[in-house]
Nanobody, 122 residues
Framework: VQLQASGGGLVQAGGFLRLSCATS????????MGWFRQAPGKERDFVAA????????YYADSVKGRFTISRDNAKNTMYLQMNSLKPEDTAIYYC????????????????WGQGTQVTVSS
């Protein structure tokens, strides 16, 4: 399974971006999916996750109410709608796929994309 994250960019505080994670393979609809981010000099942190069918989601407290994770299994694509962006949201955002489980723990994920840079200016 290959994952390709896109949609990052430079935006002012209060603005919005929509990230996409396109996947190869025919089993996307069976995988739990997640978004993680890594700011300069910091560890990679959990952002949001979604189960295989899209009816269960989970968010980090720092993004709850501002970010929305979703997926389109017909298009083999996952999304992260990011609203009310803050400078502290600046990071490289990674998408990941989990064959068996999903959630906030990085070790549950089996496949990772290359990341897309999000920069929020104040």
């Amino acid at each position: 399974v290959q994952l390709q994250a896109s949609g990052g960019g430079l935006v002012q505080a209060g603005g919005f971006l929509r990230l996409s994670c396109a996947t190869s393979g025919r089993v996307f609809s069976m995988y739990g999916m997640g978004w993680f981010r890594q700011a300069p000099g910091k560890e990679r942190d959990f952002v949001a996750a979604i189960n295989w069918s899209g009816d269960r989601t989970y968010y980090a407290d720092s993004v709850k109410g501002r970010f929305t994770i979703s997926r389109d299994n017909a298009k083999n694509t996952m999304y992260l709608q990011m609203n009310s962006l803050k400078p502290e949201d600046t990071a490289i955002y990674y998408c990941a796929a989990a064959k068996v489980d999903w959630g906030a723990t990085m070790s549950r994920y089996d496949y990772w994309g290359q990341g897309t840079q999000v920069t929020v200016s104040s």
